[in-house]
């Protein structure tokens, strides 16, 4: 059973960073497309940045050039890097698979970026 682990999450001015963790177990984070999700109140959860297994990334309009997303073998963890943050990059993150059938959704790491 693959188990999903967020973390890194918190509360940051607008323009300030943040680096979000997810550890994962029982699925290799390089062999599987992984990706970040986002759902801000009130809306549907969203793909924001995702990573191929051959390491290829892409990145949502609304977080290029400001979000990266990248991984660490060794520890099967997936990182998401955000840099100069918006009020509306607020809500609950999540990391996932892309490419197929998410895996059970782990518990979300919240971000809540202040005016």
């Known amino acids: 059973q693959v188990q999903l682990v967020e973390s890194g999450g918190g509360l940051v001015q607008a323009g300030g960073s943040l680096r979000l963790s997810c550890a994962v177990s029982?699925?290799?984070?390089?062999?599987?497309?992984m990706g970040w999700y986002r759902q801000a109140p009130g809306k549907q959860r969203e793909l924001v940045a995702r990573?191929?297994?051959?390491?290829?990334?892409n990145y949502a309009d609304s977080v290029k050039g400001r979000f990266t997303i990248s991984r660490d073998g060794a520890k099967n963890t997936v990182y998401l890097q955000m840099n100069s943050l918006k009020p509306e990059d607020t809500g609950v993150y999540y990391c996932?698979?892309?490419?197929?059938?998410?895996?059970?959704w782990g518990q979300g790491t919240q971000v809540t970026v202040s005016s």
């Open positions: 996932n698979r892309y490419w197929s059938t998410p895996w059970h």
């Open positions: 029982g699925a290799s984070v390089s062999a599987n497309g």
């Open positions: 990573i191929t297994s051959a390491g290829s990334t």
